[in-house]
């Protein structure tokens, strides 16, 4: 008997739901054409506007102390089995960026392995950042004098277009190895990925609310990434024009902003991709005095 | 009325089931009962308005006029009712936020928001009669009210005793409001019916109305305490102000409303708003008609006038906490 296949409805994962936009509003993306081809749709995804983002931060703000004040030995755990399940995924999730023409096959399946090889990365530095980056430092007095690295609180991130996994997993897990909870706009042109990477995430250890995935247009989220002022810092690739806007937000809402260039056409594949140094970028140093033998 | 007390204590008996079934039909019958799939429809519809810009900036700046600001837990001290007042005066470093309409606390704590209130126009409205239980003595709940009112308290909200209410014993339950409205003295009453334990919309209605027979032009119901597991929704605060519009068409005595518990939100006020004007019209959409009892509301209609205001939303620790979420 001929069977009518089952699509899937791509939603977005925020608050550890499975939602549409607020708004209702998708946006068409095609499937990847062959060479002799018709255009065909893939999926409509939702189009997730300000008031989207505004709920996901609500949802990261709710998700955030509880995050942050796991043992990083704990985040670490999370992050490790993260890698693992997708490892377990990889078939799906290089499917997902073969057909949406994000990649080629071969290329997809180098992106996927590099994606769970970074969250192994980062999953190994969540007990270890603090002492590469916190100090005991000498002062004049009887006194410890530390300076110990704490996260900052609700990260926005805006994902590249190359590697629409890859990137976005780069970007998202320096930020919540140290504590921090994050919302992500997922790539404009291949969203894709991150509605399946949404898919794994669910069903990981990650608590909802820690990573919380949109997808939708840059123009209409990016002024509010800016402005927002619950947002505390945003690790965006982005245009020239866009970088202008994150900082000029930034400014009045002070925040930090971490851009990279999009037309510098990173390499996220390589070693220099991956660092503590991306760890610190959304850290805040306390320094606090103790006295000796008190 | 002064030893009317007494009285009820006595005249209460558990009346026979069907003797229960007659006194709530025979009062059924004059006041009518609720639609209940009619009253939940007609309260969805009241989220759907697009309240926008100016009248939404003006919607948060009238609920703010309407707020009892709030704080009832064991651990509420002399100081904190001190900065509770403070906020109250002035909500926001913004001068176009109105101060609200009333702080709301303990009867003990009356005499220090009394002093710190003393030079504005905000009331200060104390919970008494053994809040939020109310079984207490009368004579107890009595003098309870009648102290909070000497140490400055200038709204008394009561709570009803439900057990009476749902065993019937409808004249026990007004010759008890009617005690306390006449221990009130100048103080302004507000009557909690706390609609949670009345379990039906009809129940709500029937206490609404007992309520508004005794107490005087200018009083208020009120749906919760905030303290028993539900609070006030749009259904039950849509039933009381209904009840309300029936009673002032019928005897032409206005009564005011005071939904508490559970709004939390700007946008929920928005919708409360949206009802009493559907309901009752521009005369009751200010704070001598009208109040929201919270605490947490204050905050977010703040965020949410800054949003307005700036066009950036906002980050909750920018406004200063008065009082812990009820």
């Keep these: 008997?001929?069977?009518?296949?089952?699509?899937?409805?791509?939603?977005?994962?925020?608050?550890?739901?499975?939602?549409?936009?607020?708004?209702?509003?998708?946006?068409?993306?095609?499937?990847?054409?062959?060479?002799?081809?018709?255009?065909?749709?893939?999926?409509?995804?939702?189009?997730?506007?300000?008031?989207?983002?505004?709920?996901?931060?609500?949802a990261a703000a709710k998700a955030g102390p509880d995050w942050a004040r796991r043992t990083p030995y704990n985040r670490g755990q999370i992050l490790y089995r993260l890698g693992e399940m997708l490892e377990s995924r990889s078939a799906e999730m290089t499917d997902a960026l073969?057909?949406?023409g994000a990649s080629t096959k071969a290329a997809a399946a180098k992106e996927v392995v590099a994606s769970v090889d970074r969250l192994i990365y980062y999953a190994g530095w969540s007990d270890k950042y603090e002492q590469v980056l916190g100090n005991t430092n000498?002062?004049?007095?009887?006194?410890?004098?530390?300076?110990?690295?704490?996260?900052?609180?609700?990260?926005g991130i805006i994902a590249d277009d190359a590697f629409p996994l890859l990137g976005l997993l780069s970007q998202i897990a320096p930020v919540i190895v140290s504590g921090n909870v994050c919302v992500a706009l997922a790539s404009e042109e291949?969203?894709?990925?991150?509605?399946?990477?949404?898919?794994?995430?669910?069903?990981?250890?990650?608590?909802?609310?820690?990573?919380?995935?949109?997808?939708?247009?840059?123009?209409?989220?990016?002024?509010?990434?800016?402005?927002?002022?619950?947002?505390?810092g945003v690790n965006a690739v982005v245009s020239q024009e866009e970088k202008k806007q994150l900082q000029l937000g930034a400014a009045e809402s002070i925040k930090r902003v971490r851009a990279r260039k999009r037309d510098d056409e990173i390499d996220w594949t390589g070693e220099k991709a991956q660092s503590v140094y991306e760890i610190r970028d959304f850290i805040e140093f306390k320094t606090t005095w103790h006295p000796i033998g008190a | 009325m002064g030893d009317s007390g007494r009285d009820i204590?006595?005249?209460?008996?558990?009346p026979a089931g069907a003797a229960l079934r007659t006194s709530f039909s025979k009062l059924f019958d004059e006041i009518g009962t609720v639609d209940q799939v009619g009253i939940?429809?007609?309260?969805?519809?009241?989220?759907?308005?697009?309240?926008?810009?100016?009248?939404?900036?003006?919607?948060?700046?009238?609920?703010?006029?309407?707020?009892?600001?709030?704080?009832?837990?064991?651990?509420?001290?002399?100081?904190?009712?001190?900065?509770?007042?403070?906020k109250a005066r002035r909500p926001s470093a913004d001068p176009d936020v109105p101060p609200v309409a009333a702080v709301c606390i303990y009867p003990f704590l009356v005499k220090y928001a009394a002093r710190w209130l003393a030079d504005t126009a905000i009331k200060v409205a104390s919970v008494a009669t053994a809040f939020p239980s109310g079984q207490s003595p009368l004579p107890l709940r009595l003098e309870e009210v009648r102290t909070a009112v000497s140490d400055g308290a200038d709204e008394i909200d009561m709570v009803i005793n439900r057990g009476l209410f749902l065993s019937g014993e409808f004249n026990a339950v007004q010759d008890e409001i009617s005690a306390v409205v006449e221990a009130c003295g100048d103080a302004q009453l507000k009557v909690i019916l706390e609609v949670s334990e009345l379990d039906t919309y009809d129940n709500v209605r029937a206490a609404s109305f007992l309520a508004m027979q005794v107490i005087r032009p200018g009083d208020f119901i009120k749906t919760s305490t905030g303290k028993a597991s539900g609070s006030a929704t749009l259904?039950?605060?849509?039933?009381?102000?209904?009840?309300?519009?029936?009673?002032?068409?019928?005897?032409?005595?206005?009564?005011?409303?005071?939904?508490?518990?559970?709004?939390?939100?700007?946008?929920?006020?928005?919708?409360?708003?949206?009802?009493?004007?559907?309901?009752?019209?521009?005369?009751?959409?200010?704070?001598?008609?009208?109040?929201f009892g919270a605490s947490s509301l204050l905050n977010d209609l703040l965020r949410q006038i800054e949003k307005e205001k700036t066009g950036a939303y906002q980050a909750p620790y920018y406004f200063t906490e008065a009082a812990e979420s009820y």
């Design chain 2, 235 to 291: 259904a039950n605060t849509q039933v009381m102000i209904e009840a309300i519009r029936d009673f002032y068409l019928a005897t032409g005595i206005a009564i005011g409303m005071k939904p508490a518990g559970g709004i939390k939100t700007a946008k929920q006020a928005l919708h409360y708003l949206v009802a009493v004007k559907e309901t009752l019209g521009d005369a009751w959409l200010n704070s001598s008609r009208y109040r």
């Design chain 2, 40 to 86: 939940e429809e007609r309260v969805a519809k009241f989220t759907t308005r697009s309240i926008k810009k100016g009248s939404k900036l003006w919607g948060l700046k009238t609920a703010v006029s309407m707020v009892d600001l709030t704080t009832l837990e064991g651990k509420d001290t002399p100081g904190k009712i001190a900065s509770l007042c403070q």
């Design chain 1, 190 to 232: 291949f969203p894709y990925p991150a509605i399946v990477l949404g898919e794994l995430l669910a069903v990981s250890d990650l608590p909802g609310g820690v990573v919380n995935l949109l997808t939708g247009f840059r123009k209409e989220l990016v002024p509010t990434f800016a402005t927002h002022t619950h947002i505390r």
């Design chain 1, 1 to 58: 008997m001929a069977r009518i296949p089952v699509t899937k409805t791509p939603k977005v994962y925020v608050g550890g739901q499975f939602i549409r936009s607020e708004s209702g509003r998708v946006f068409p993306i095609q499937k990847k054409l062959s060479p002799k081809g018709q255009p065909s749709l893939l999926a409509n995804i939702p189009q997730c506007t300000r008031k989207d983002l505004r709920n996901a931060v609500e």
């Design chain 1, 98 to 100: 073969v057909i949406s």
């Design chain 1, 138 to 155: 000498p002062v004049a007095g009887p006194f410890f004098n530390f300076t110990v690295a704490e996260p900052m609180g609700i990260i």
């Design chain 2, 9 to 14: 204590t006595r005249t209460m008996s558990p």
